[in-house]
T-cell receptor
Framework: GAGVSQSPSNKVTEKGKDVELRCDPISGHTALYWYRQSLGQGLEFLIYFQGNSAPDKSGLPSDRFSAERTGGSVSTLTIQRTQQEDSAVYLC????????????FGSGTRLTVV | DQQVKQNSPSLSVQEGRISILNCDYTNSMFDYFLWYKKYPAEGPTFLISISSIKDKNEDGRFTVFLNKSAKHLSLHIVPSQPGDSAVYFCAATDSGAGSYQLTFGKGTKLSVIP
């Protein structure tokens, strides 16, 4: 596609439920990142995928968070047993090469846990 | 511990005047710095970057200055236009770390008054 596509754009869920957030990167981009922005905070790194290499999961805040990238393309971020502090905008970015200047961000998924 | 700090949450500037957005960092391993611009309900878009081997990079109305000894960088917008009104994020990375994950500041909301 022309840009990074994320779905849903908005998600309201009850505390304790599981959610799945989807990211469709730009075709041909080998690197994919997930960030989140909580209210009043900067963007916080969550996880990085590069080709077929093992992902860098160092930013995931707890074991309730996991992510997959199937076939080197679409990625899914799963949050199990959601908590209110998980409420944030979850942003996905992709790049053709490793390098911050090559990042293209999606519009994000606004997650609200009630 | 915030490694990238944007101490001004907001800034208002008259149209046509200079906007100066500041950013400080603490991690001496950071060697590549970026500014992103974000409009509401959109993902951040890359604006300009600078490598630590330089102290200035210019792109049209946008100039980034880097003072490595002070661990400080700034973004100058001259002349400011109403369309520049957005949240500006400073970001930094250690390009030797391999993943090119970015560490972001909390952002500065710029309002350009017509």
């Amino acid at each position: 596609g022309a840009g990074v596509s994320q779905s849903p754009s908005n998600k309201v869920t009850e505390k304790g439920k599981d959610v799945e957030l989807r990211c469709d990167p730009i075709s041909g981009h080998t690197a994919l990142y997930w960030y989140r922005q909580s209210l009043g905070q900067g963007l916080e790194f969550l996880i990085y995928f590069q080709g077929n290499s093992a992902p860098d999961k160092s930013g995931l805040p707890s074991d309730r968070f996991s992510a997959e990238r199937t076939g080197g393309s679409v990625s899914t971020l799963t949050i199990q047993r959601t908590q209110q502090e998980d409420s944030a905008v979850y942003l996905c970015a992709s790049s053709q090469y490793r390098g911050g200047h090559g990042y293209t961000f999606g519009s994000g998924t606004r997650l609200t846990v009630v | 511990d915030q490694q990238v700090k944007q101490n001004s949450p907001s800034l208002s500037v008259q149209e046509g005047r200079i906007s100066i957005l500041n950013c400080d960092y603490t991690n001496s391993m950071f060697d590549y710095f970026l500014w992103y611009k974000k409009y509401p309900a959109e993902g951040p878009t890359f604006l300009i970057s600078i490598s630590s081997i330089k102290d200035k990079n210019e792109d049209g109305r946008f100039t980034v200055f880097l003072n490595k000894s002070a661990k400080h960088l700034s973004l100058h917008i001259v002349p400011s236009q109403p369309g520049d009104s957005a949240v500006y994020f400073c970001a930094a990375t250690d390009s030797g770390a391999g993943s090119y994950q970015l560490t972001f500041g909390k952002g500065t909301k710029l309002s350009v008054i017509p």
